[in-house]
């Protein structure tokens, strides 16, 4: 017994406290399901994301802004409010449905960009013909 309490202190005290490196910087991937390549004015289209990181670090978090750079249109999370363009919004989940609503009768694009507490940025970019 006494042997073994030797070897944990041993052990235990042999760790040096300066090369301990925790990772928590991981590059995440974006899943997005089909969405349609059409809407009329005031139809909705759903787009389903998933956040895939590359690891697991608890206190990670996520946003997500966009920029519609032609046409016009509402984008929300859910039925909260609709997003400002370029403000940034904290995602609570990293599986997620977000509504883009058309307000236009010309075709439509913008872009959304989720991003991580590190840095780290997907882009996606999005084009909606205009359906009569």
Not at 6 to 26: A, K, R
Request: proline share 5%.
């Amino acid at each position: 017994m006494l042997v073994l309490l030797f070897t944990s202190v041993l052990t235990l005290s042999s760790c040096d406290q300066d090369e301990l490196n925790i990772q928590q910087n991981y590059p995440f991937e974006v899943i997005l399901m089909p969405v349609p390549s059409e809407l009329s004015l005031g139809e909705t289209a759903e787009m389903r994301l998933t956040l895939i990181p590359g690891g697991h670090y608890a206190e990670t978090q996520y946003f997500i802004r966009y920029f519609q750079f032609e046409g016009q249109g509402i984008l929300q999370y859910y039925d909260e409010q609709p997003y400002l363009p370029n403000d940034i919004y904290g995602l609570p989940q990293k599986e997620f449905r977000l509504y883009y609503t058309s307000q236009s009768e010309e075709n439509q694009s913008f872009s959304i960009w989720i991003s991580d507490s590190f840095g780290n940025e997907k882009k996606l970019d999005f084009q909606f013909q205009n359906v009569e």
